[in-house]
């Protein structure tokens, strides 16, 4: 077995760790797909239309996600 294998690199110095920032915002817009899925679906179910439920749900959530995002990020400065 060589030495190279199965070994881990060192862990990244704290000025190489990437900004949170991005994450966050990911993290709301997943956040918010899946509100305005579920949200969606119920509309789409209650009006017989899950198309336009879908339609309209899974992109008013990604914005309420990048809004969420982008508001947590300029609050962080």
Known sequence: MSE???????????DEIPSKVGQSTA?????GIA??????????IVADNLALGLGLGIPSG??????????????QR
């Open 4 to 14: 190279g294998m199965g070994s881990h690199p060192e862990a990244p110095e704290p």
């Open 35 to 44: 509100l305005g899925a579920a949200l969606g679906t119920t509309f789409g």
């Open 62 to 75: 990604v914005v309420f996600g990048a809004v969420v995002g982008w508001w947590e990020s300029r609050s």
């Open 27 to 31: 993290t709301w817009v997943g956040v």
